[in-house]
């Protein structure tokens, strides 16, 4: 065992932390995401109309619909993706003889731990995000709110109603993403080289680098991110409202509601996503220390030092 473990028990700790903190800002950015028709009595005008409405029509617990999958996604998510970056990272810095990695080997971890993270944790972001989109749904339906289907229940009924395979709708955007964490984290870490040349850093630092890194990440791929969200959903009969993949995603996006309609909710998804960040790197720092010291009360420090 490496400390790879430790940095993965941190990572799904510090996922938690954020996910927990930021939710109602993923789920107001999620409703405008996939929301295509604006001229719609129901249709939400912005972050604060969608978030006004969904107070007033499903209650606080409305921000949160889907949470429970959301918290155990993030956890997956984070502790997948801290388990390669830093089983890669220590790779290549064996294999260098360095402490710090190249950009270029921060861009190639990040791929690894990415390209892994959405393949193993996709069905998980398909129910959450059929969850979040769920109780606007019903209500528009039935005139009346209802409780949100548990995570298992909404599982099921995907694998039901639309196979097994449809637990993996947005894998290609997804993986595509990927080059999302790879800005993220390679801004990240090169950020946190030249800071860590002049003087060690506080949880502060690590709250800051990380909405830098995550700021511009999000910026860049933000267009993506919104096709992905669609695509997890049940698909539509409407051709035009089908997506066949990213490229016809995008196309069908501009053509019905313009340029404009690729970054639909992108203020909510900025801030969510730079708070996101911020606690995740500084809980994820803070929580490193513990998780080592898990370890040592499970028995495995004594592999853990053994295999440095």
Known sequence: MSDNVAHALAGAGGGIISMVVTYPLITV??????????KDAAAYAGNMDALRKIVSQEGIAGLFSGLESAVFGAAVTNGVYYYFFEAVKAAFERASQRKSMSTVESMVSGAVAGAMTCIITNPIWVVNTRLTVKQKKKQQEEGEAEKAPSTINAFMEIIKEDGVLSLW????????????????????????????????????????????????????????????????????????ERYKSLVDGLRKV?????????????ESKLLQSVLTASFLFMSKEALFSYAIKLLLLLGARKSLAASK
């Open 254 to 266: 501009i053509a019905s509601e313009g340029i404009a309609g690729l970054y639909k909710g992108i």
């Open 169 to 240: 709708q947005g894998l290609i955007p997804a993986l595509i993403l990927v080059i999302n964490p790879i800005i993220q984290y390679t801004a990240f870490e090169q950020l946190k080289n030249r800071v860590e040349r002049f003087r060690k850093l506080g949880s502060l630092d690590f709250f800051v680098l990380g909405a830098i890194s995550k700021l511009c990440a999000t910026s860049i791929t933000y267009p993506y991110i919104l096709i992905k969200s669609r695509m997890q959903l049940k698909q539509s009969k409407n051709e035009n």
């Open 29 to 38: 950015g999620t409703r405008l995401q996939v929301q295509r028709n604006n």
